[in-house]
């Protein structure tokens, strides 16, 4: 799949896909005539790392949880950890 249509189907901004290859957390394969060509994994990386991003987490700790430097120990600590935060935000909104 190309940008344009990754982009649409996952409504995710082309700007954001260069952010995600910068930070090394994609490399999508290239065509001959060296356009990005998003694959099956490519499309669950992202999809992965736009529900990381909903729960907040920094693009460096995806990269990590993404790349398993991280043993089950410590991807279930940092999530548990960011649960944790979202729960303390939503206990403000609630106050509010």
Request: charged share 35%; with cysteine; hydrophobic share 40%.
């Amino acid at each position: 799949m190309n940008t344009k249509t990754i982009c649409k189907e996952l409504n995710i901004s082309q700007k954001a896909l260069r952010v995600y290859e910068e930070e090394k957390i994609l490399v999508p394969l290239r065509d001959d005539n060296n356009y990005r060509n998003y694959n099956e994994d490519d499309v669950l990386k992202i999809k992965q790392v736009l529900l990381l991003r909903q729960m907040d987490i920094p693009l460096k700790n995806i990269k990590l949880l993404l790349q398993k430097y991280f043993d089950d120990y410590k991807i279930i600590r940092g999530l548990d950890l960011q649960l944790k935060v979202i729960d303390n935000r939503m206990t403000e909104l609630e106050k509010i």
